[in-house]
């Protein structure tokens, strides 16, 4: 069974870059037909998907990050990052990582405990 790991600082200042990992085991960031997604609930709002890495590389980004989201992997290490530039308070949130079946069709099927970020000097 896949497991998904969060890791990061939990305090970053504003117009910093927040910076998380998700290490994943179990299975292979590489596997076919996988998706590997950044979601984030800010404080009394809903999920909000950031982005995806794809099995065979490349991203996915939200319009509304893009300017500000990178993400990359790391295939010997199995595990995936994010980096969101220019922080505000406004990305106080509960970052968690997850994985997107796209067998048949697009639904995640595991997901990390998540992370909390606070944005704040």
């Known amino acids: 069974q896949v497991q998904l790991q969060e890791s990061g600082p939990g305090l970053v200042k504003p117009s910093q870059t927040l910076s998380l990992t998700c290490t994943v085991s179990?299975?292979?960031?590489?596997?076919?037909?996988?998706?590997w997604s950044w979601i984030r609930q800010p404080p009394g709002k809903g999920l909000e998907w950031m982005g995806a890495?794809?099995?065979?590389?490349?991203?996915y980004y939200s319009p509304s990050l893009k300017s500000r989201t990178s993400f990359s992997r790391d295939t010997s290490k199995n595990q995936f990052t994010l980096q969101l530039s220019s922080v505000t308070p406004e990305d106080t949130a509960v970052y968690y990582c997850?994985?997107?079946?796209?067998?048949?069709?697009?639904?995640?099927?595991?997901w990390g405990q998540g992370t909390q970020v606070t944005v704040s000097s």
């Open positions: 997850a994985r997107v079946n796209g067998f048949s069709s697009l639904f995640f099927d595991s």
């Open positions: 179990g299975g292979s960031i590489t596997t076919d037909y996988y998706y």
């Open positions: 890495i794809p099995y065979s590389g490349g991203t």
